[in-house]
C-alpha cells in the first residue's frame, strides 16, 4: 500500500518516527509534514499501518462508514518503535467505541453542546471569564497558559457538567496525565501513569455522583444519573467513563486551542491589528487558528470489516494513521498553508481543516471550543491596549510545546498586557 513518490517506506517511517519521538519533531512538526506530503503522501508503514497525510486522504477514512475504533482482539499500534498491544475490547468511554454503542451514548449528552445551547449560554461565559482576564490584566499580564487559557475552559466545562469549581485542582493534573493513553510516543511509565490517574479521577467523580444522586441541579451530570438510573440507557461504568471524558475533553484541546491561537496571534502583529480594526473577522480567525496550529494532531482509524480504499482491499483490522494537521497545511486545498491568514475562511470556500475530526466521531464539543475562543480572543482585543510576548525580542522562538504529540499545546505562554 504505498504511494510514495520519493521515499521508501524505511525513509517515510523514519520521518514519522522523528515527527512523534523526537524534541524537534514535536517542537515543529510542520516541516516534517511537508517533506512526507511531498516524498510520502501515502504509505504502508513497517509495523502495517496506512499512514495519511493529504487532506482528502484523511477525510476519506474519517468518514468512511466500515473504518471506527479499535475492537476487542485488535491490535493498536500503541507507540512507534514499540511493540503494538491487543485491545482488550472493556472501554466504556464513547471516545473508543463504535455505533449502535456510541450512537447510543452521544445522543444522551449532545443535547449540552448543540449550537444553540451554547450560544444561549455565551453571557454565562462572559461571566466566567471576566475574574479571571481582569486579575490577569491587573497584573499587567503573565503565564496564559497557566492563568487563562486553563482556568477559563475548566469553569465552562464545570459549569455545563455541574462540577464544583472550587476544591478540586488536584484533579487537573490527573486529567493532564491521562493523555498520555492516547499518544503514541508514551512510554511505560507515561501509560501507566496514565492509568492510576484514570482510577483517581473515578474516584473523585463517582463521590461527586453519589452526591448528586441526593442533590440534583439542573446541569448535564444530573441529567446523565438520571438516565443511568432508569437503567436501560447507560450502565453505571459507562456514566463514570464518560463523565471523565466529557470533563477533560471539555477543556484540554480548548486550552491549547487559547494558547496556540494567541501565539499565532503574538508572532504575527499584522494580523492582530487586523482583527483589531475588522472584529467580524474573528469567527473565522478561530478557525485559522485551529488550522494553522492544531491541538488535536494525530487520529487512527480501524477497518471494522474487509474494506476497499485507496485501490487495495484491506482486512479488518487494519490501522489507519490520520495525519490531520498534516492534512491542515495540504497546499491542494489551502492556498498558501504556511501562512497565518485570519481572513482565509472569511474571504474564500476553503473546506473546513480536519481539527475537529469528522464523520461520526467529529468533535461534539466544537462549537463549544470555538466559541471559547471568540470570546477570549474578543476580551482580550477590548481590553489590552497592548498585547505581546513579555520577551517581544524573542519573537516566540524560546516558547516550548508539550512533549506530546497527538494534543499539542504549549508548556507556558508567559505575556504582557496593559
Known sequence: ?????????????????????????????????????????RWRSAAGSIVLTGYQDCMEVLRHPLLGRAESGMDVPATFGRPNRRNDGDSSTMLLLNPPDHTRIRSLVSRAFTPRRVEQMRPEFDALLDPILAELVQRGGGDVMAELAIPFPVAVISELLGVPREGNEHIRPLVRATTALIDPASDDAAIAAGHDAVRGLAVYFWELIESRRTAPDDRLLSALIQVEAEGDRLSPEELIANTILLYAAGFETTSNLIGNGLRLLLTHPD????????????????????????????????????????????????????????????????????????????????????????????????????????????????????????????????????????????????????
Open 1 to 41: 500500500m504505498s504511494d510514495t513518490t520519493q521515499f521508501d517506506v524505511g525513509q517515510a517511517d523514519e520521518i514519522l518516527f522523528s515527527l512523534v519521538t523526537t524534541a524537534d519533531g514535536l517542537q515543529d512538526p510542520y516541516s516534517r509534514y511537508a517533506a512526507l506530503r511531498d516524498g510520502a503522501p
Open 271 to 418: 494580523q492582530l491589528q487586523r482583527l483589531r480594526d475588522t472584529p467580524e473577522l474573528l469567527p473565522p480567525a478561530v478557525i485559522e487558528m485551529l488550522r494553522h496550529d492544531s491541538p488535536v494532531q494525530l487520529n487512527m482509524r480501524f477497518a471494522l470489516e474487509q474494506v476497499e480504499l485507496f485501490g487495495e482491499v484491506h482486512p479488518r483490522g487494519t490501522a489507519f494513521v490520520v495525519l490531520q494537521g498534516s492534512g491542515n497545511h495540504d497546499a491542494t486545498v489551502y492556498e498558501h498553508p504556511e501562512r497565518f491568514d485570519v481572513g482565509r475562511f472569511h474571504r474564500s470556500d476553503a473546506p473546513q481543516p480536519l481539527s475537529f475530526g469528522w464523520g461520526a466521531h467529529h468533535c461534539l464539543g466544537a462549537h463549544l471550543a470555538r466559541a471559547e475562543g471568540e470570546i477570549v480572543f474578543s476580551a482580550l482585543l477590548d481590553r489590552a491596549d497592548e498585547l505581546r510576548l513579555a520577551d517581544a525580542t524573542d519573537r516566540g522562538r524560546s516558547l516550548r510545546y508539550r512533549p506530546s504529540f497527538t494534543l499539542r499545546g504549549l508548556e507556558a505562554l508567559p505575556v504582557h498586557i496593559s
